[in-house]
């Protein structure tokens, strides 16, 4: 039962990561239909999005790891714990956690689809190929019912609450 539970409640964590991107693509394609925006460089639209989406929304998500929960390990009524003491885990290692947990696949994906855009379809089956393999460790550790590697290189641990 934890290991749905885990599952879903990463699943509300990555929802709760694109909400923000959806409205903002909803937002700027609504400006768009009023009058036509200046086209930003590809460079400059894949910074971008990494340090003004990806970066923060991560750093969000970390704090509320450290404050008892990302929402859905609240949703699922499970909590994230240091592992050495149990206690919640320090805000520099919810972050840790969440850049590799969430954060890394997502720019590996945003990247590949840029690539793919570029027609560099070596370099975007390459990135692609990395999101999946993290994701897919995430997810065979869950199924599992084991830690992931974010939970070991961040020394922390998911329990129920």
């Known amino acids: 039962m934890l290991t749905a539970r885990r599952g879903l409640a990463t699943a509300i964590d990555y929802a709760a990561m694109a909400a923000p ?8 394609a609504l400006r768009y239909r009023r009058r036509p925006l200046p086209q930003p460089s590809a ?16 750093a969000v ?7 008892g929960g990302s929402p859905g390990k609240r949703a699922m009524g499970l909590t994230l714990r240091d592992d050495t003491n149990a206690e919640p885990p320090s805000y520099s290692q919810a972050l840790t956690r969440s850049l ?4 890394l696949p997502w720019e590996l994906g945003h990247q590949a689809v840029w690539e793919f855009r570029a027609d560099n379809t070596r370099r975007g089956t390459v990135l692609a190929a990395g999101a999946y393999l993290a994701l897919g460790l995430q997810a065979a550790a869950i199924v599992r019912g084991r830690r992931t590697y974010p939970d070991h ?9």
């Open 21 to 28: 991107l959806g409205l903002l693509a909803a937002l700027t």
């Open 43 to 58: 460079t400059k639209v894949r910074v971008l999005v990494a340090v003004g989406l990806t970066m923060p929304l991560s």
């Open 61 to 67: 998500l970390a704090a509320t790891e450290a404050a």
């Open 100 to 103: 590799l947990k969430t954060a």
């Open 153 to 161: 290189v961040a020394r922390t641990r998911v329990t129920s609450a």
